[in-house]
């Protein structure tokens, strides 16, 4: 069973950076992409960014320019690194690997930006 792993996850003030980590417990060159969810309060469950294992990323608009995804494969593990922050980025954020037609991800990381 794959299992992923999140952390740096906490309360950051309006512009600050946080840098959110995924470890997975198998070679992520074994994924056909990784990526990262959130879903805020009341609100859908939403695609923030992904990676392919080929190294092609994808952004949700509202994140590009500010948020970066990328992994080391060394470590098996993932980041999302996330610069200027804003209130509207206040969300659980989960870690997801695809394999295939399987899809498994993460338990979540709170991520909390107070204006």
């Known amino acids: 069973q794959v299992q992923l792993v999140e952390s740096g996850g906490g309360l950051v003030q309006a512009g600050g950076s946080l840098r959110l980590s995924c470890a997975a417990s198998e070679s992520i060159f074994s994924f056909i992409a990784m990526g990262w969810y959130r879903q805020a309060p009341g609100k859908q469950r939403e695609l923030a960014a992904t990676i392919t294992s080929g190294g092609s990323t994808n952004y949700q608009d509202s994140v590009k320019g500010r948020f970066t995804i990328s992994s080391d494969n060394a470590k098996n593990t993932v980041y999302l690194q996330m610069n200027s922050l804003k209130p509207e980025d206040t969300a659980v954020y989960y870690c997801?690997?695809?394999?295939?037609?399987?899809?498994?991800w993460g338990q979540g990381t709170q991520v909390t930006v107070s204006s």
């Open positions: 997801i690997a695809r394999r295939w037609d399987i899809h498994y």
